[in-house]
């Protein structure tokens, strides 16, 4: 059992589409007891709300641009401001650029740190999920769907019990848009250029450890709470 009351700090999960970012962020948020934050999430949450951040947003949204950096600085500065982040987070969809990681770090020193220097329990964890590139098209361009429930099937890793019938009902498996392999290609290289920069942030700063993703789901698990705890024993206090 893990200890729910301990400093945490941000977990940050870097990896490609289909490397199991969001499996794994829900096990860390259930076993360390800390939120996730997920910067789409509280997009629409503001927007749902009509918050003066929110109105911003739906305004720039509505014509078809991408929400600012500078926007989305105030609805993360907002959520990470909330009690349950004291100790510690995974975020989700945040950093995506160079510069927000900058900002990332200048607002955790300022906000959390009291702009100390040196390892902090709330000092990012930095995870950069490895998966080998067509090892990452089989899990994506895999993946079938059941129209009615939503079930998911990957007809390499686990395929349904008939080829092209849900296993519940027997209705015909789809293939969803973003599952089709030009659409997937092209999703992994846009990654790889919008990542690499924050990926280089970090691991100038020393930050980034690598987890080989392409293990069995448990034993990413296993590695990446063994880099959660080394980090927590690095920064406890002597």
């Not at 510690?88 to 510069?99: E, I, N, Q, S």
Request: charged share 25%; hydrophobic share 35%.
């Amino acid at each position: 059992m893990a200890d729910t009351t301990a400093q945490i700090g941000p977990v940050i999960l870097l990896g490609p589409p289909g490397a199991g970012k969001g499996t794994q962020a829900r096990i860390i948020v259930e076993h360390y007891g800390i939120p996730q934050i997920s910067t789409g999430e509280l997009l629409r949450d503001h927007v749902a709300r009509r918050t003066d951040l929110g109105r911003q947003a739906k305004s720039i949204i509505d014509r078809g641009d991408l929400v600012p950096d500078e926007l989305m600085y105030g609805i993360v500065a907002e959520r990470l401001r909330q009690p349950d982040a004291r100790r510690g987070f995974v975020l989700d969809g945040f950093p995506r650029t160079a510069a927000q990681a900058g900002w990332l770090d200048a607002f955790l020193r300022k906000e959390f740190f009291d702009n100390q220097s040196g390892p902090h329990p709330l000092d990012p964890v930095v995870i950069q999920m490895v998966v080998d590139y067509n090892q990452l098209l089989l899990r994506l361009t895999g993946r079938r769907s059941c129209p009615t429930d939503g079930r998911l099937y990957n007809i390499h890793f686990q395929p349904p019990k008939v080829d092209g019938l849900c296993d519940v009902d027997g209705t015909p498996l789809i293939i969803r848009d973003d599952d089709r392999e030009e659409v997937v290609r092209e999703r992994l290289n846009v990654y790889e250029r919008q990542t690499k920069p924050v990926v280089d942030y970090f691991r100038q700063q020393g930050k980034v450890i690598a987890v080989n993703a392409d293990q069995p789901v448990d034993q990413v698990t296993a590695s990446i709470f063994s880099v959660i705890e080394s980090r927590r024993k690095q920064c406890a206090p002597s």
